[in-house]
């Protein structure tokens, strides 16, 4: 599994979503899930840059697995994701300094189909604020974003996650040209 993990983060780094040491991910197995390790770079994962974790608590693990490593649990616990991609999308982030109304309306067809609304929280990084507040959008979305920070998408499987990604990504790309264009 480390190496879809490893498949997914070099993607997303030669795509620009994320640079090199930026961004997690996860996967579900069981009760226990496998995360990106806090530092790791996401183009160059490695069968050691991945930890095994328990979902149901900490444990000692976690001071080398990512800092995010809170929120996930919290997304497994009350979404039925299996695979999760956080990522530090320029387009995405720059999106949420500017949103007003706590979530972005895409403005492409796509981003209207597959997304609908996408929700912008708040909470510092790996805080339970964050855990809380993420976790409950993703209930009922496939992507969110973090106000500021990044997006977190989710999926039966890591090209899932990784493909509501690039629609979050590419919407606010376009939503972001639009409005510069129409207030020209």
């Not at 009760?31 to 390790?37: A, D, H, K, P, V």
């Not at 895409?106 to 990084?125: A, C, H, K, N, W």
């Amino acid at each position: 599994m480390w190496r879809e993990i490893s498949r997914i983060g070099k993607k997303l780094v030669d795509t620009g979503l994320v640079e090199s040491h930026f961004g997690n991910i996860s996967v579900r197995i069981g009760s226990r899930m496998l995360i990106t390790r806090s530092g790791s770079a996401l183009d160059e994962i490695s069968e050691d840059s991945v930890v095994e974790v328990g979902l149901d608590r900490t444990c000692a693990l976690d001071i080398i697995a990512s800092s995010e490593a809170v929120v996930h649990r919290a997304i497994y616990s009350n979404t039925p994701a299996l695979a999760i991609v956080h990522a530090h999308c320029p387009f995405a982030v720059t999106m949420s300094l500017l949103c007003r109304n706590g979530a972005i309306e895409p403005v492409d067809s796509e981003g209207q189909y597959f997304l609908g609304d996408i929700p912008v929280v708040r909470g510092g990084i790996g805080s339970s604020e964050l855990a809380g507040n993420i976790s409950l959008a993703l209930a009922s979305h496939r992507a969110a974003i973090i106000h500021s920070h990044g997006t977190f998408a989710i999926g039966r499987v890591l090209d899932e996650a990784y493909v509501m990604t690039t629609q979050v990504e590419h919407s606010c790309k376009i939503k972001y040209w639009y409005d510069l264009a129409r207030n020209r």
